[in-house]
């Protein structure tokens, strides 16, 4: 039923307890014998030169830059003065936005890639100076240097001993127990400690979404929204829908917000699919915990190439999309990375492969609903827009309306980049062309 995978993962094929009081629902964590993806788990080494607070942060930064590791020897704090000098060096100056196009994965900025990664090789190692600060409104640049950032960030190395963070005024974090059940004592990426820190802490507490009665809680790896314009544009539509509700499908799930929201307006049936087991994951266990396993069903599948669909004989009355807003692009660093790349850049033939998919598995007067954005087209990397494209060229379907909605402004306080100043989302309704 699972689809290969490529990436560093673990299996794990029992029921485990990360604490006595799990959040504020005691959730029993189970993995359902699915493969999840972890921070690959590094050996240790003899030769890795040892940084503490003593150490020069601006020469440490400079080595990270050139393609050298290093692990930190003495307290956590010292991680975060390193990366700070990194930053410093790849954005040429204050602190700046290192996430992405609008959307949280769950495991704060995780980074995942290898390499070193230069911008138009300019990054050097003896340099102590800035490079320059970046034109924010260079989409192109700008995402190279956060992949720039990234690659050197991740050779900052953390040492790990009995599942736990072996550095001064480290965070607990449950994640190190539950993903590393083969392995004690081992070496991650600073980035990716903190990344496991920050997942834990949303696991715990849980996130709370327009149009539910309830918090979700991501496992690690697992792609959320943390803006809500188009959940809002989703709820007002759904509270609008008057067709049949025996089954809906939810093709990249991600934390499985659209399925709870189908669920909770009434619909019988829900088979939500993701590439990302830990997404899977997430699903099953807030459905077990919220005691609607009976009606959602989660599934690892890259869209509808899966053997999943082989028994499914009933087509779907709905199938609804939440997919990647922004496309790859050939000379992109990091495209390669992984998972979390997966929720935020969608492949060339993403959007042909979902419209024949989805052509196959919805009932002759069902409806196609695409959350989607002009994000690409503000950005200036997208020329052609994959929905548009598809209605003009392919007619597999023909639009029944969209809904668009200006993007709110993000808080004051945030030091992400503005890329929302023309930005509209969109839910695209959409039927078969009969």
Known sequence: MFISWQLHCVQIGKTRYLSNNMAKGNIPLSSQDLALHRPEPMEPG????????????VAVAGRLLGGESVVIRDAYPTGLKILSRVRERVFGGGREDIGGGGKDIGSDREGIGSGSTGIDGSLGSDSSSGIGKPDKNDFRSYRNRRAAYRDASNRLLAPISDNRIALKKAPAIGWLDELYPDVSDFLLPYPQVQGLNSSWQWFLKGVRFPGLRHEIYPWYGTYFPTRFDHLHLFEKWLKAYRGSKKGALDVGTG??????????RGFEHVLATDINPNAVMTVRENARHQRVDDRIDAHVCNLFDSSVFDGYDCRADLIVCN?????????QPGTDAGLMEKAIYYDPDFFDRLFSGAARHLEQDGRLVILFSNLGRTEGVQVRHPIEEELENNRKFVKVRMLRQKAKPPSKKTRRRDHRKEEHVELWELALDT
């Open 255 to 264: 934390c499985g917000v659209l399925a709870f929201m189908m669920v909770e």
């Open 323 to 331: 997919p990647p807003w922004l496309p790859v692009e050939t000379d």
């Open 46 to 57: 003899p030769d890795l030169p040892p940084v503490t607070a003593g150490s020069n942060p």
